[in-house]
């Protein structure tokens, strides 16, 4: 699994224009990815997902998903590292890995989870606890959540993490650049707040705010989260050391 992380600065950067220059640009851009890589790896080590304070309404809700993430454990592994061909044939309902964090901020927490289509490759879903039973999130045109993350080279990957701000941030790399888009959700809609995105190919910096194209100054000085927590293989331990 790989990081999530907000890749924004403050501070203005003016770049070589000169051959030299540009190719130590894009070191300089590898080393920050590199460098953010790590500290997520720090934190996942330390224990990336975090537990509050459980109210009876949380329990409630726990209890539920730890039912639904059992029943529904994916016991799909892909063969070797770098494996592309070799597809998930399990229902789409299993869950490779999942992350409890309470998204709308009401007291009862989401689970969000992932299903393993194949080496890289998973389709998000967003579930809430609700009148007794796990349901699927939908968004604004009432449509049910389903988020496609891939990642189809050796270097980069996927993960999905939550912010300071409640905000759910789906990652994306490959070999030519990266992907981040920061959800958040409100009255029980989940909706696409921002994105970021960086193109290797084109040497340039993709920001967008509400769907709508903002030059990176005015995405850097708005979009101010760090992720806090990142999703975790769907297993026993984890369930029980995460869903309480």
């Not at 975090?50 to 454990?73: F, G, H, I, M, R």
């Not at 701000?165 to 920061?182: A, Q, R, Y």
Request: charged content about 30%; aromatic content about 12%; glycine content about 6%.
């Amino acid at each position: 699994s790989r990081f999530l992380k907000d890749f924004r600065t403050k501070k203005q950067v003016v770049f070589d224009t000169t051959e030299e220059g540009k190719e130590a640009n894009i070191m300089k851009k590898y080393w920050k990815i590199f460098t953010m890589a790590a500290m997520m790896m720090v934190v996942l080590t330390l224990g990336g997902i975090t537990t509050q304070a459980a109210s009876p309404k949380w329990k409630k809700a726990c209890k539920a998903y730890n039912k639904y993430l059992k029943k529904n454990e994916s016991a799909y592994t892909p063969e070797y590292e770098g494996n592309w061909y070799t597809a998930n044939t399990e229902k789409s309902s299993t869950i490779s890995q999942f992350l409890i964090a309470d998204l709308d901020k009401n007291g009862v927490p989401e689970l969000i989870a992932a299903h393993m289509n194949g080496m890289k490759d998973q389709t998000i879903y967003v579930f809430t606890y609700k009148k007794g039973k796990v349901v699927k999130v939908k968004d604004k045109k009432k449509k049910t959540v389903k988020i496609d993350a891939r990642s189809y080279t050796g270097f980069g990957g996927n993960s999905v993490g939550i912010c300071n701000k409640n905000h759910m941030h789906v990652d994306e790399s490959w070999g030519s650049g990266h992907h981040t888009i920061i959800y958040k959700m409100k009255k029980n809609k989940l909706t696409c707040y921002a994105e970021w995105e960086w193109n290797n190919m084109e040497q340039r910096t993709i920001t967008k705010i509400n769907e709508k194209d903002v030059p990176e100054s005015v995405y850097n000085a708005k979009i101010n989260c760090q992720v806090k927590k990142c999703w975790v293989d769907n297993t026993s331990s984890n369930r029980k050391k995460y869903v309480k």
